[in-house]
């Protein structure tokens, strides 16, 4: 069936540090991928998404490839900010709609002054 | 975007009890998802409510133990029934619009 496996937390970084949150995924068909972030205190929000292979998302100076013969997405920024401080989850769907999401366990991520 | 509000935001009950979560979606929309995020863990679908037919529910989650009703369009409601300790978790509601999927800000139950 379908899963993600995705970096396990926490990670801490100091401000202005590369951040590279890796993500793998299993899925039968073609998959369309997502990052959803989870700040402190608020909900889930979708950061970026993929819907095809060599697709790159990207918003907030993240970014993500698909990557299809390594079945992979991962979350890179090249300078992290105090205020990226959050949960982070891969996520996965069969459809382009964003139904049936399939998450990872989330990575938590810590940016220190 | 879509705007989605979810009482209560957390709850404390005793084992054996039921609570009724309630997520409201500021417009029509189709179809409505219900996830639960256990402690450290991912969040799993718990069913699909679509307005006027019954919950499509996945496997390991059965109506008896999280009835859902979905009377129309912005409204649907979660009941976790018969609680224990293991049904502690964030529990989120979720509608798809414009090919993106909006999430609640989720519901903290705690069972004791």
């Known amino acids: 069936g379908d899963s993600v496996t995705q970096m396990e937390g926490p990670v801490t970084l100091s401000e202005e540090a590369f951040l590279t949150i890796n993500c793998t995924y299993t899925?039968?068909?073609?998959?369309?991928l997502f990052w959803y972030v989870q700040y402190p205190g608020e909900g889930l929000q979708l950061l970026l998404k993929?819907?095809?292979?060599?697709d790159k998302g990207s918003n907030k100076g993240f970014e993500a490839t698909y990557r299809k013969e390594t079945t992979s997405f991962h979350l890179e920024k090249g300078s992290v900010q105090v205020s990226d401080s959050a949960v982070y989850f891969c996520?996965?769907?069969?459809?382009?709609?964003?139904?049936?999401?399939?998450f990872g366990t989330g990575t938590r991520l810590t940016v220190i002054p | 975007s879509a705007v989605i509000s979810q009482k209560p935001s957390r709850d404390i009950c005793q084992r054996g009890t039921s609570l009724t979560i309630q997520c409201q979606v500021d417009?029509?929309?189709?179809?409505m998802f219900w996830y639960r995020q256990q402690p450290g863990q991912s969040l799993t679908l718990i069913a699909t409510?679509?307005?006027?037919?019954?919950?499509?529910?996945e496997s390991g989650f059965v109506i008896d133990k999280f009835p859902i009703s979905r009377p129309n369009l912005t409204f649907s409601t979660l009941t976790v029934s018969n609680m224990s300790p293991e049904d502690s978790s964030i529990y989120l509601c979720?509608?798809?619009?414009?090919?993106?999927?909006?999430f609640g800000p989720g519901t903290r139950l705690t069972v004791l």
């Open positions: 899925a039968t068909g073609y998959p369309s």
């Open positions: 979720s509608v798809t619009r414009y090919n993106e999927q909006f």
């Open positions: 996520a996965l769907s069969e459809a382009t709609g964003a139904n049936n999401l399939f």
């Open positions: 417009s029509q929309v189709t179809m």
């Open positions: 409510a679509n307005q006027g037919s019954e919950a499509t529910y």
């Open positions: 993929a819907t095809k292979a060599d």
